[in-house]
């Protein structure tokens, strides 16, 4: 099994995520709780940036966004069976808007979008 927290290129390991998630529900036969805190800051940068490519923007939403449905998807009959919640890490630059910060404030944005 491939480590789940492993962002490669420009893709989630949605499969071995599922996987750690499946394992975990099968041995312990229930879960309570899914706390969803992935993030990462770097490389930052304005949207007019040219050390900013697109690419950047792509590594941000699969990291702080795109890697969390496949977590929510393996968990949610799991955690309706136990009246469980979903607790979302989000950020204030995600409604402050931080200069400079354009990729991780959108992609934080979309968790809060998610989130409700």
Not at 16 to 39: P, Q, W
Request: with cysteine; net charge negative.
């Amino acid at each position: 099994m491939g480590n789940p927290l492993t962002v490669t290129g420009s893709s989630v390991n949605e499969a071995a995520l599922t996987d750690v998630i499946s394992t975990f529900i099968e041995t312990h036969n229930r879960l309570d709780g899914l706390v969803l805190n992935a993030g990462v800051l770097e490389p930052l940068g304005p949207i007019a940036d040219d050390d900013v490519p697109l690419t950047t923007w792509k590594y941000h939403f699969d990291v702080n966004f795109f890697s969390l449905i496949p977590a929510l998807r393996a968990s949610l009959s799991a955690l309706r069976s136990t009246q469980g919640r979903v607790v979302f890490v989000s950020s204030g630059a995600a409604v402050g808007g931080l200069a400079g910060w354009g990729p991780y404030n959108a992609s934080k944005a979309a968790l809060n979008s998610l989130c409700r």
